[in-house]
C-alpha cells in the first residue's frame, strides 16, 4: 500500500468524534421533530404535556449549539484575547471578573422574574399552541438573540447601560428619548415586580423566613469566595444548596410552630423591608450579596423548574386546554381582552423577548463577565434557561380543568361574591365547573377560596401541586406543593427587583452624567448613594401608594406593563442593529433586524388598540367615556364600590393613556433616529465610528500560545 493511502496520524480519532456528534445531534433533531410533530398533527384529542417538553429541548440545545456560535464567530466574533471591562476597570464594587458558573446564576436570577411565570399562565386563555410556539420561536431567534448582542455590545463599551449605549450610537436626540423612556419604563417594571413579591410573602410565614434566610446565606457565600476559599466554587455551591435546604424546610417548620406570629407581615411592612432591602443590595459591593443570592436563588430556580420538568414526564399529564381558543379569534376573554395579534406577545414576555433583559444585560452583567466568549452561555443559554421556566408555567396552567382555569383569572365582578355564583359565571363562558368541585380544590390546598385569584402566581401554584403531587406523595401532598410554590414564587422574583434596582442605578448614573460628570463616576460613593436612594424611593413610593390604595400607585400604571416592557425590547434590538451596521456588519443585521420589526409590528399595534380602540375593555380612553358617562348619569357601575372610586378610574385610564402616548412617541424617535443612522451608514465609504473601547489585551486566564487570529470562540458551551 502506498504511503499516500495510509491515514494520517491522528486522523481516526477526529473521525470517530465527528461521527458521535453526528448521532448525538440527529437524535436530538429527531427528538424535537418528534414533539413538534405531535403538537402540529393532533386534533381534537387530549395529548400529553411531555410532547411540549420534548419539542422544547430539542429545539433549545440545536439553537444553543449552532445559532448561538454562529452568532458569537460570524456576528459579533468575541475575543477572549481581549481584556473586558470586568478585568480592566476592577474595583472590587461593580467591576470584578466572576466565575462563569456564579455569573450564568446571578444573570438567570435577575431576568427570570414575574413574567415566564405569570404571563404563560395568562396566555394559556388563547389556548396551549400559540404560547408554546411563542414561547420557543421567540427566544431562539428574538429574546436570546438580543439578551446576547446587548450584552456584548455593553461589554465592548465599558458596561455602558442601553439608554446610554442609545446617546452614544444614535445621538443626542434619540439618546435622549431613549434614556428618558427606558427609566421610566424602568421604574414602572420594579413597582409591577415589588408588587409581586409583597402579595406573594403578604400572612406567608413559610415564605417570608426562607427568603430572609438567602440573605445571611448569600452572604456567607460572598466573603466565603472572596477571602476564605477562593476559587472554590463547587465547594460553596454544595454548602450554599445545602443551607438553602435547610431554610425551605424551616420556613415550612416556623409556619407551623408558635414563632410564625413573628414571620406574617404586613404588605405595609414588606413594602419598606424591600425598599431597604433594594438600596442595600445596589450599594453594596456585587461580590458580597448580590451575586451570591442571585447564584443560590439559581439552585432553588433551575431546581425546582428541572423537578417539574421530571414531574411531567413521569406523571405525563394531559393537556386539558384547548390547542386554539375561541377567545383568541374573538378577543373577549375574561383574562385579559384582545385578540390573539398583537396580545398573546405582549403578555407572554418574559420566556420569548422581553426589553427588561436588555437592562440586565447592560446592567450588571457585563461588568461582571470574564472572558468575552461567556457571552454565548451568559446571555443566549441564560434565556433559554427562562423560556424553559415560561413552558413549564404554561404547562402547570393547561393541565388545570379549564373551569378551574377560568374560575380562579376571571375578574370578580364577573363571578360573583360566591362559589355558586362562580359556578355559573364560568358554565355562561362555556366551561363546566361545580361549586362542589370549586370547594374542594381550595380545600386540597388549604385556601378559603380560589375564586377570583387573579394575577397568575395562584394558578400556578395549583398546577405545580397539580403536578407534584401525581409524582410525589399524592392528592394529600397538595397542599405542601402549593404552599412550596407560593413560596417558590417569592424568591424566584425577588432577585430580579434586587438586580433591577442596581441596573437602574447604573442607568441614572449614566443619564445624570451627562450633566454633570462626577455622579456618573461609578467609583464616586455619595453618587452611588444619591442615585441608590433616588431609585428606591421612586418605585418604592408607586408600590407603597398600590398597597394602601386599591386604586392607586402602581395599581394605577400596571395596565402599561406589557406595553413598555415590550418597548424596551424595541429600543435595544434598535440600537443593537444599528451597531451592527455601524460596524460594517450590514449583512448580519437580519440577525437582530427580524425580530425588531416584529416586535415594533406588535407593540405598536398594540398600543394603538390600547389608545384608541372603542372597546373599553381594550382601549384606556374607551373605558374612560364609559365612566365619565356613568358619572353624569349619577351611576356607579358593577363592581366599583362608591363614586368616589368612578372618579379614580376616570383619571387612571386618562393617566394610563397619555403614558402610553408619551412611551410610544419617545421609542417612535428612537426608531426614527436609529433608521436615519442606519442609512447614514450604509452609505459611508468607511464605518461610522462607535463608542467600543480600545482594544486592550487580557492577562487573565491567558492559553500558552496565543493564536494569530485573535478572535477566539471560547469552549464555553
Known amino acids: 500500500m502506498p504511503a499516500s493511502a495510509l491515514p494520517e496520524s491522528g486522523s481516526i480519532a477526529p473521525k470517530k468524534s465527528r461521527m458521535r456528534s453526528f448521532v448525538i445531534w440527529t437524535a436530538v433533531s429527531l427528538l424535537g421533530a418528534v414533539g413538534w410533530g405531535v403538537l402540529a398533527l393532533s386534533r381534537g384529542e387530549e395529548i400529553s404535556a411531555v410532547w411540549l417538553v420534548m419539542a422544547a429541548l430539542g429545539s433549545y440545545a440545536i439553537a444553543y449549539r449552532f445559532y448561538s456560535r454562529f452568532i458569537a464567530r460570524r456576528v459579533l466574533e468575541v475575543d477572549d484575547t481581549r481584556a473586558t471591562p470586568a478585568e480592566r476597570l476592577e474595583d472590587g464594587v461593580d467591576y470584578h471578573p466572576t466565575d462563569k458558573r456564579v455569573l450564568f446564576g446571578h444573570h438567570f436570577a ?70 428618558i423612556g427606558v427609566f421610566a419604563i424602568m421604574i414602572i417594571l420594579l413597582a409591577v415586580l415589588a408588587m409581586v413579591v409583597v402579595n406573594a410573602l403578604a400572612e406567608s410565614p413559610w415564605g ?17 469566595l472572596r477571602y476564605l476559599r477562593p476559587g472554590r466554587v463547587v465547594e460553596i455551591s454544595v454548602i450554599g444548596v445545602v443551607l438553602l435546604l435547610l431554610a425551605i424546610l424551616g420556613g415550612s417548620w416556623v409556619q407551623n410552630s408558635s414563632l410564625a406570629e413573628y414571620f406574617i407581615w404586613s404588605p405595609e411592612t414588606l413594602v419598606f423591608c424591600l425598599i431597604g432591602y433594594g438600596f442595600i443590595a445596589s450599594v453594596l459591593p456585587v461580590w458580597m450579596l448580590l451575586a451570591p443570592r442571585d447564584y443560590l436563588s439559581t439552585f432553588m430556580k433551575v431546581g425546582t423548574i428541572a423537578l417539574m420538568a421530571i414531574g411531567v414526564v413521569v406523571a405525563a399529564p394531559t393537556l386539558k386546554a384547548e390547542p386554539v381558543t375561541a377567545f383568541a379569534i374573538n378577543g373577549t376573554g375574561p383574562v385579559f381582552a384582545g385578540s390573539l395579534f398583537p396580545f398573546l406577545f405582549i403578555t407572554i414576555t418574559c420566556g420569548a423577548l422581553s426589553g427588561f433583559h436588555a437592562l440586565i444585560s447592560s446592567g450588571t452583567t457585563p461588568k461582571l463577565i470574564r472572558k468575552e466568549s461567556q457571552v454565548r452561555l451568559i446571555g443566549y443559554g441564560s434565556m433559554l434557561t427562562e423560556s424553559f421556566v415560561a413552558l413549564v408555567a404554561l404547562i402547570a396552567a393547561c393541565v ?79 397542599a405542601f406543593w402549593y404552599h412550596f410554590a407560593i413560596m417558590f414564587e417569592a424568591l424566584f422574583i425577588l432577585t430580579t427587583v434586587d438586580a433591577g434596582t442596581r441596573v437602574c442605578r447604573f442607568m441614572l448614573q449614566d443619564m445624570l452624567g451627562n450633566v454633570w460628570k462626577p455622579i456618573g463616576r461609578v467609583t464616586w460613593k455619595p453618587g452611588i448613594w444619591i442615585t441608590s436612594a433616588l431609585v428606591v424611593g421612586a418605585w418604592g413610593y408607586f408600590l407603597y401608594a398600590g398597597v394602601t390604595d386599591p386604586l392607586g400607585g402602581i395599581k394605577q400604571l400596571y395596565p402599561l406593563f406589557g406595553v413598555a416592557n415590550q418597548l424596551l425590547a424595541a429600543v435595544a434590538l434598535a440600537v443593537t442593529t444599528t451597531v451592527l451596521i455601524k460596524r460594517g456588519k450590514a449583512r448580519w443585521a437580519w440577525v437582530t433586524g427580524v425580530p425588531l420589526a416584529w416586535e415594533v409590528a406588535c407593540t405598536f399595534v398594540a398600543g394603538w388598540q390600547k389608545l384608541f380602540s372603542d372597546n373599553p375593555k381594550i382601549g384606556f380612553f374607551a373605558a374612560r367615556d364609559v365612566y365619565a358617562q356613568a358619572i353624569e348619569e349619577g351611576k356607579v357601575l358593577p363592581g366599583v364600590a362608591n363614586m368616589d372610586d368612578m372618579h379614580t378610574i376616570v383619571l387612571n385610564n386618562t393617566v394610563d393613556g397619555v403614558i402610553m402616548a408619551v412611551f410610544l412617541l419617545l421609542v417612535l424617535i428612537v426608531l426614527i433616529n436609529s433608521a436615519v443612522v442606519c442609512v447614514k451608514a450604509l452609505r459611508a465609504t468607511e464605518p461610522l465610528p462607535t463608542a467600543e473601547v480600545p482594544y486592550v489585551e487580557s492577562r487573565i486566564d491567558v492559553p500558552q500560545q496565543r493564536s494569530n487570529d485573535r478572535a477566539l470562540v471560547g469552549t464555553d458551551s
Open 110 to 179: 435577575a431576568i427570570a422574574g414575574a413574567g415566564p411565570l405569570v404571563g404563560p399562565v395568562l396566555g394559556a386563555q388563547m389556548g396551549y399552541l400559540p404560547g408554546t410556539v411563542w414561547i420557543i420561536v421567540g427566544v431562539i431567534f428574538g429574546g436570546a438573540v438580543q439578551d446576547m448582542v446587548v450584552l456584548f455590545l455593553s461589554m465592548r463599551r465599558d458596561g455602558k447601560s442601553l439608554g446610554q449605549m442609545a446617546r452614544d450610537e444614535l445621538g443626542k436626540v434619540g439618546g435622549a428619548a431613549a434614556l
Open 208 to 224: 417570608t423566613f426562607s427568603v430572609s434566610m438567602t440573605i445571611p446565606i448569600a452572604l456567607f457565600m460572598g466573603f466565603y
Open 400 to 478: 388545570l380543568e379549564p373551569g378551574l382555569f377560568y374560575a380562579m383569572n376571571s375578574p370578580a365582578a364577573l363571578l360573583g361574591p360566591t362559589v355558586d355564583t362562580a359556578a355559573e359565571a364560568v358554565k355562561n363562558l362555556g366551561f363546566t365547573i361545580t361549586p362542589d368541585q370549586l370547594t374542594a380544590a381550595a380545600k386540597e390546598v388549604e385556601e378559603q377560596s380560589l375564586v377570583a385569584r387573579s394575577g397568575g402566581a395562584p394558578t400556578l401554584a395549583v398546577g405545580m401541586a397539580e403536578i407534584f403531587a401525581g409524582v410525589f406523595g399524592g392528592a394529600g401532598m397538595k
